[in-house]
């Protein structure tokens, strides 16, 4: 394995000049230093990171918050976090830095991961893949200094420093989605969610309650459980029983559109019967019956961002608005125009 | 934040003292050692594991290599992987050891990525999540010096030293499935796979080889590429029309086998023709349809055993047997009882 001296050595310069090139120092001519990157390249040279940890207080990896489940399957379930993941990796892997994983199973574990992450593994970049309101992790990390974070979800607090946001435009998503089943013909849309603490979930609901309230219609919220499904047949039948004439439904992710789907079937009714518009466009959509009508909102390319945002702050340190990730509605079979 | 002086203190100790107990030295008594750690509890202490990892040149950490995957949506369609991570993670969180993932989109990617986790981010402990035959990547963690190595997957390889497996008996796997399509009366059998060089899928293959010879019956693989659905259902046709009378099928995994049932409607044909199983019993299970009868293969409990055995090699540093985590069969709707 090559050293510093080594690549000094064949670049014609003193270890120390090399070291300067290597970071970049202005005391370094840019011939120099381009002489220096040559000789790195020729002989495949990687600086211990650990060292410059030690020297810089830092790592070059990037930490990923996922949200707390209390279930063991309900993250896998989601396809989302995966895709974001491999959206972070694929920039991490260009600029030579790492990816490390912070879960948990309760709030007080997530947190002590993240302790970890950041007091050991010097960690001071981090992405959570989730935004939740309160949430006693994110006030954990924000309180840390000099980390640099990208929340990938919804600015529920727009004046903190050095924290950026990278999101789709959820309100504008929820609206076009009801807009979409008005369009349709459908006059009753029920809003499906697990939890309106979660932002993504509760700007849906806005933008879905602001198209409704443009067509002078009425909206309204069904919760259900990500896990007990005997409740969730209960709390379905309830609200089908009290608002007869229910056409149509927009659930807040893929999974609570499947969920919906299944519980139908569970108590007999057509699923043809109902309209149902999901969100993330994931491939469940496809086996979906009827396949699934979704609104793609990019998850890789929400990790790229997120990622990119995150070493760009490492160099500027500055602070920049946040980004926000197009989505689209990709029409599927569970939307049909509703006949008249 | 506490540093080493402020719990010899608490101690009683005199700082070399107390490090020598944080590394557990046999210089140091029990009480001495028990002295400290409450110290350290109480002060909340973390070492800096950078300064350690110089020391030690290795790091807190364990390494997850994921398989490489061309499209970006495959991995995050596969349940399995994020539940083995959070098992991995569930051990790592108790250890206060960190996770680092490893992915690419080559095998020349996820290379380079995992020399950056060696390399730069001093990794010395590793788990694959993938078995493949004459994979480039694991060649080359196998040449690196000083690597404790898990694989979740087939042993290939029995020799290496370093390298412990944590599979399930998929051989076993694969015959429990067809003994049970055929104890459910079918004999026209198909296996359905995507990649004969992953190992879990070869090994499935052979114990259906297996328990359809035991039964005189002759067994067929039909392979399917995880992408083009358009070759799929050209495969499939050709299949059904060359070997009429096809009762069932064992699919390599939930995947394949919603795979399956999609290709089935696509071609105007009941999903109910045809007796269906997978593996993973992942939460797709219950959204197809019909429900997917599928082989539980435990993924939670193989990442935490995984990183268990990492862990205890860490101190051990002998070598023990593969690990084998139990299968089960959950029976759904997808292979009833077949009428004569």
């Known amino acids: 394995m090559a050293t510093i001296k080594d690549v000094a050595k064949l670049a014609g310069v003193s270890a120390s000049t090399a070291s300067r090139a290597l970071h970049d120092s202005s005391m370094i001519s840019e011939a120099t230093k381009e002489r220096v990157r040559q000789a790195m390249a020729e002989l495949d040279y990687s600086p211990n990171y650990s060292a ?6 830092q790592s070059n990896t990037i ?11 309900s993250l896998g379930n989601n396809p989302f976090f995966m895709q ?7 920039v991490c892997s260009e600029n030579n830095y790492m990816v490390s994983l912070a879960s948990g199973r309760t709030d007080e574990e997530l947190k002590k991961n993240i302790e970890t992450l950041i007091r050991s593994g010097n960690i001071r970049r981090i992405i959570f893949l ?3 309101k309160g949430d006693p992790v994110f006030q954990y990390v924000k309180k840390q200094k000099n980390i640099a974070c990208v929340v990938v979800g919804e600015a529920y607090e727009k004046s903190a420093v050095g924290i950026q946001y990278v999101d789709n435009n959820n ?3 929820g609206k076009d989605a009801a807009d979409f089943l008005i369009n349709k013909g459908y006059r009753k849309i029920i809003f499906a969610s697990t ?7 509760a700007q849906r609901y806005q933008g879905y309650c ?8 009425e909206g309204k919220n069904l919760t259900l459980s990500r896990i007990d499904s005997q409740g969730n047949t209960q709390h379905l039948q309830a609200l089908l029983a009290e608002h007869p004439g229910i056409q149509a439904f927009v659930a807040c992710d893929d999974i609570m559109a499947i969920r919906l789907q299944r519980l139908f079937k569970e108590m007999g009714v057509s699923a043809d019967d109902y309209a149902i518009l999901g969100f993330n466009n994931s491939w469940v959509t496809e086996i979906a019956s009827p ?4 609104v793609d909102i990019f998850p890789y390319e929400l990790g790229e961002k997120a990622a990119g945002q995150l070493l760009q702050t490492a160099k500027q340190d500055g602070r920049s608005a946040a980004v926000i990730i197009p989505h689209r509605i990709i029409e599927r079979e569970s939307t049909p125009k509703l006949e008249q």
Do not use: F
């Open 52 to 57: 410059q940890n030690l020297v810089n207080r």
């Open 63 to 73: 930490g990923i918050v996922l949200p707390v489940r209390e279930s063991q399957e």
């Open 84 to 90: 974001i993941i491999q959206g972070i990796s694929s």
């Open 130 to 132: 989730y935004s939740k």
């Open 171 to 173: 309100i504008q998503a």
């Open 195 to 201: 939890d309106m603490d979660e932002l993504v979930q």
């Open 210 to 217: 602001q198209s409704l309230a443009e067509h002078s219609l």
């Open 291 to 294: 396949a699934l009508t979704s």
